[in-house]
């Protein structure tokens, strides 16, 4: 079965610290892609990032970075130097070839930065 | 490009009534999903519409259901509201039926009272 785990409910930090998003998914199948959306106050969830299973290089767009790992099947999610409008719930999320689009998303993760 | 938009954006209905939502998606896109969040369960997968056919259903009871159109816009529908209905309803397009990227919604928010 398919499975995406958060482990970490809510960090907190003060701007300009770097913080690290945990996230490590379960499949099966060998083609899949996973995702980070940052999901704001206002609800609507905002797309981050999306790689393919085939592509283990990290990829920097920012102050944003992410770290995927196949052989630890984690896709950890970094930011550096946070800043407060980086304050969201940020979902690590996982499709796979046999499914359509159909998401399976982790449970979130709560950043709080405070300034 | 205007984005994914949904009406209504919020709603208040009460038990055993029913609701229509509807989603337009990103010109182009053909692929339409519908997801429910809730705090106790977090994002949940209802289902897919591509080229007006469902293509994948989540885990929910017969009492939601959906459609797409010729434009692509959806609706989806849940019958004899129930208050655990209450939730944030996420609608999300993507171009392809694939593994793409889904791009959602505001979402809207019903209140079953």
């Known amino acids: 079965a398919q499975k995406v785990t958060q482990a970490q409910t809510e960090i907190s930090v003060v701007e300009k610290e770097d913080v690290t998003l945990d996230c490590v998914y379960e499949t099966r199948d060998t083609t899949y892609y996973l995702f980070w959306y940052k999901q704001p106050p206002s609800g609507e969830l905002v797309f981050l990032i999306r790689r393919n299973s085939f592509d283990e290089q990290n990829e920097i767009s920012g102050r944003y970075s992410w770290n995927f790992q196949k052989s630890t099947s984690s896709f950890n999610f970094t930011i550096t130097a946070s800043q407060v409008v980086d304050s969201a719930v940020y979902f690590c999320a996982l499709s796979w070839r046999e499914y359509g689009n159909k998401l399976v998303f982790g449970a979130g993760t709560i950043l709080r930065v405070k300034s | 490009k205007a984005g994914v938009t949904q009406t209504p954006r919020y709603l208040i209905k009460t038990r055993g009534q029913q609701v229509t939502l509807s989603c337009s998606p990103i010109?182009?896109?053909?692929?339409v999903s519908w997801y429910q969040q809730t705090p106790g369960q977090g994002l949940q997968f209802l289902f897919e519409?591509?080229?007006?056919?469902?293509?994948n259903k989540g885990n929910f009871p017969g009492r939601f259901s959906g459609r797409q159109f010729s434009n692509s816009r959806s609706e989806m529908n849940v019958s004899t509201l129930e208050l655990g209905d209450s939730a944030l309803y996420l609608c999300?397009?993507?171009?392809?039926?694939?593994?793409?990227?889904?791009?959602f919604g505001p979402g809207t928010r019903l209140l079953v009272l």
């Open positions: 010109s182009g896109h053909r692929s």
């Open positions: 519409y591509f080229s007006e056919t469902q293509r």
């Open positions: 999300a397009s993507s171009l392809r039926q694939n593994q793409e990227t889904q791009y």
